[in-house]
């Protein structure tokens, strides 16, 4: 029995994910949106798989992970073929190769850096294992300017966006943005709006990728990221408890 979650384990991520699906109904009536326009990705880093099971039981087909090799592990040993991973933290290009279609999403991509890396890894699949990859994408932007968040600038994202319209291999959906660590979360509702503008300039601007997703919002804001029109919200604590590590 070792590998069962605790007892009462069970039961608090049931109840923790009945009020995160409530608030976020709740978000997006305020917002006068269809809550089914939103997905949930549980951010399941530095939790045990047991956990994710229970909450895959319980519905759940978004996972977000922030680390390739404690992802690629968890894939590895559980990987339903209805469950979407979700790679949400920084990559180094040394890593592309493991990461270009090993995961539904990549919110990550920072710079042209890391999208050439991705490009360059679908290619090597594509010529040595016969394997088409095309990884759908997000531009994660630093909205706050914070420099100790990752991200590309503002301003640097409709260039960027252009130069990775030969990049064929990557599919870019949408943007993506971590909002600062405040007090008052209504203190972080510019920083969502502000990348929904940059999405709405990016369609004029770029048509040629899709835009449609908005991956923003996190424990202490999503409720605010949905009524700025996130379209994914990535929650961790919230249904999985605090973090020990
Ligand atoms: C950890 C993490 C989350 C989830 O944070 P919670 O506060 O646990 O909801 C969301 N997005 C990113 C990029 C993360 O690293």
């Not at 976020?24 to 990705?41: D, F, K, M, S």
């Not at 971590?178 to 972080?188: F, M």
């Not at 770029?206 to 929650?235: K, N």
Request: overall charge neutral; hydrophobic content about 40%; some cysteine.
């Amino acid at each position: 029995m070792i590998n069962q979650p605790p007892i009462g384990q069970e039961a608090i991520i049931a109840a923790n994910l009945t009020r995160v699906r409530a608030r976020i109904a709740e978000a997006a009536q305020r917002a006068g949106r269809n809550p089914e326009t939103i997905t949930l990705v549980a951010v399941s880093k530095t939790k045990p798989l047991e956990v994710i099971k229970v909450a895959y039981n319980l519905g759940i087909r978004d996972f977000g992970e922030n680390r390739v090799q404690e992802a690629l592990e968890k894939q590895a040993a559980f990987s339903p073929s209805d469950l979407r991973w979700h790679m949400i933290g920084h990559l180094q290009t040394n890593k592309a190769q493991k990461v270009c279609g090993s995961f539904a999403y990549i919110h990550s991509v920072d710079s042209l850096h890391v999208a050439l890396a991705l490009q360059r890894a679908a290619e090597k699949k594509l010529h040595v294992d016969e394997t088409e990859v095309q990884q759908t994408v997000l531009l994660q932007v630093n909205i706050s300017g914070e420099t100790t968040k990752e991200g590309m600038t503002i301003e640097d994202a409709p260039a960027i966006a252009r130069q990775l319209l030969p990049l064929s291999h990557l599919k870019v959906q949408g943007l993506m943005t971590v909002a600062p660590l405040v007090d008052d979360p209504e203190q972080v509702r510019s920083v969502f709006r502000a990348l929904r503008q940059l999405r709405d300039k990016l369609r004029q601007e770029v048509p040629e990728h899709s835009w449609e997703q908005l991956s923003m919002g996190m424990t202490d804001d999503y409720h605010i990221a949905i009524e700025e029109g996130a379209t994914i919200v990535r929650v961790g604590r919230a249904i999985f408890g605090e973090r020990v590590k």
